[in-house]
């Protein structure tokens, strides 16, 4: 049997050819078929997207089950820190007959009776301080309900996550919470939404978390104004980008990335014109190694287009 010997230019070009085409041909094409999706569903407008994430989301039983109960809770205390820059009378968004809070949330659930488990929920301990409002957001990380502390009165939302959706964990006093939780606690600034507590149930985590009464994210407010011809001056600008720089310089002090800025994720108190970060799902603390990858809706602006 005759065996011709593998020449060196063969083997530079079979080594080329691997370098060049590090991925399994059947994860090529899973990963294309995954970015294609991707794409067309970041060229839908922000409304249809909220729906096709709403709507896509598995039917989930009635949790907890009879048995279920609360199995701790963290108390954070409220942040005493108070704002010292200087603010117009009111919000350039502010209209005396909004109410409630759309926050980065679908609006087609907003101010819907909540799910059937919130309402078993209610009855236990850890929830006894909480008149519980409606539904005024939900996503593929659960329900956000809007809440009233009955020691004080104080509006506050109450932020349910499913425990199997949480991956990433931080330490605090002994316990494993979810890093989402810990991270905004680090970051704990007049301009950061404040989170006062974490409760634990057998099916959820529930972020007790600030709720301003009258409010709106800047994505809502730039589209209202738009649609009004009334864009915002540079000095609106210049005040709701400084508010978000101090959260973020706060951030970059406690070591820690929200690494999803946008004004969908910048909320607005429309009664004091304080801009607040908010969502710190994709947050990370400051490290070394490379991060993963991810990106949102691809954008280009008016004058790229010209």
Same mark, same amino acid.
């Given at each position: 049997m005759n065996i011709n010997p593998i020449l060196k230019s063969e083997q530079n070009s079979k080594k080329r050819k691997a370098e060049s085409d590090p991925l399994p041909r059947k994860r090529q094409r899973t990963m294309k078929k995954g970015f294609l999706s991707e794409r067309r569903y970041n060229s839908s407008p922000k409304l249809l997207r909220t729906k096709i994430r709403y709507a896509g989301r598995k039917p989930r039983k009635n949790y907890p089950q009879k048995n279920s109960s609360c199995d701790t809770s963290l108390d954070y205390g409220e942040s005493n820190q108070s704002w010292s820059g200087s603010y117009e009378p009111t919000s350039p968004g502010y209209d005396p007959t909004f109410s409630g809070c759309s926050d980065h *949330? #679908?609006?087609? #659930? /907003?101010?819907? $009776?909540?799910? *059937? *488990? !919130? /309402?078993?929920? @209610? &009855?236990? +301990?850890?929830? +006894?301080?909480?008149?519980? %409002? /409606?539904?005024? %957001? +939900? %996503? &593929?990380? %659960? $329900? !956000?309900? @809007? @809440?009233t502390r009955k020691e004080d009165n104080k509006p506050v939302a109450l932020k349910f996550v499913q425990k199997q959706s949480v991956k990433e964990f931080k330490e605090l006093r002994g316990r494993k919470i979810p890093a989402e939780a810990y991270l905004q606690r680090q970051a704990r600034h007049p301009n950061v939404i404040d989170t006062y507590k974490l409760i634990i149930t057998d099916e959820y985590y529930c972020y007790v978390m600030e709720r301003p009464e009258v409010c709106k994210d800047l994505f809502d407010i730039l589209q209202d104004r738009n649609n009004e011809h009334r864009p915002l001056t540079e000095k609106e600008a210049k005040r709701y980008f400084a508010q978000i720089l101090e959260a973020n310089i706060r951030c970059e002090e406690k070591g820690v990335l929200h690494r999803d800025i946008k004004p969908e994720n910048i909320l607005v108190d429309l009664r004091t014109d304080e801009a607040k970060l908010i969502d710190f799902g994709l947050a990370s603390e400051v490290q070394k190694e490379p991060f993963t990858d991810f990106r949102g809706e691809n954008y280009s602006t008016d004058e790229t287009e010209r």
């Open positions: *949330y #679908v609006p087609d #659930v /907003k101010n819907t $009776e909540p799910p *059937y *488990y !919130v /309402k078993q929920l @209610a &009855s236990h +301990a850890d929830f +006894a301080n909480y008149d519980m %409002g /409606k539904l005024i %957001g +939900a %996503g &593929s990380f %659960g $329900e !956000v309900i @809007a @809440a």
